[in-house]
């Protein structure tokens, strides 16, 4: 048992965090999302040991900071992406966190509300929502990982 004297003596306060097995189960992937994955996954796959002929592509912002400019921007770029299938196969990058950035803002997961609250669920929460839309209008995504927690969130939402 730990000692209260000397256990956390520079913590005010904690709060819990929500599991990753609970997380995706509040925010499930459905059929259309697992396919997404799927094929993206396949495809760069097929792309990288030279079986198909294009180029995959990742695009997108350096971190995401506001969740409707990014569904706006997974929308043009699908769109985009259906456009030059024949020759190159497009993935969104969806990253949360700022992780050179030490003073500062440090990414949706961290801060979600840019007022360093540090309200890391609700940035969870809100990432895995907008996987979720990425998936489903059926574009791949991918990210970086860069720690060993946060991926258990959303790693399956990645191509």
């Not at 969870?124 to 995504?141: H, N, Q, T």
């Amino acid at each position: 048992m730990s000692d209260k004297r000397i256990e956390n003596l520079n913590v005010y306060t904690e709060d819990p965090l929500i599991t990753p097995v609970e997380l995706k189960r509040r925010f499930a992937l459905n059929e259309k999302s697992v396919q997404t994955v799927m094929r993206g996954q396949n495809t760069i796959k097929n792309i990288l040991d030279r079986k198909d002929p294009r180029l995959f592509i990742v695009v997108g912002p350096c971190s995401i900071h506001d969740v409707e400019a990014a569904r706006d921007y997974a929308s043009r770029l699908k769109k985009l992406a259906d456009e030059v299938e024949d020759t190159l196969f497009l993935v969104m990058r969806v990253y949360f966190e700022k992780p050179r950035t030490k003073i500062g803002w440090q990414g949706l997961i961290n801060d979600p509300g840019l007022d360093n609250s540090g309200k890391i669920e609700e940035g969870l929460k809100l990432a895995r929502e907008l996987l979720l839309y990425v998936a489903d209008i059926g574009l791949p995504a991918a990210g970086e990982a860069l720690d060993l927690v946060t991926p258990q969130y959303v790693q399956d939402l990645f191509s």
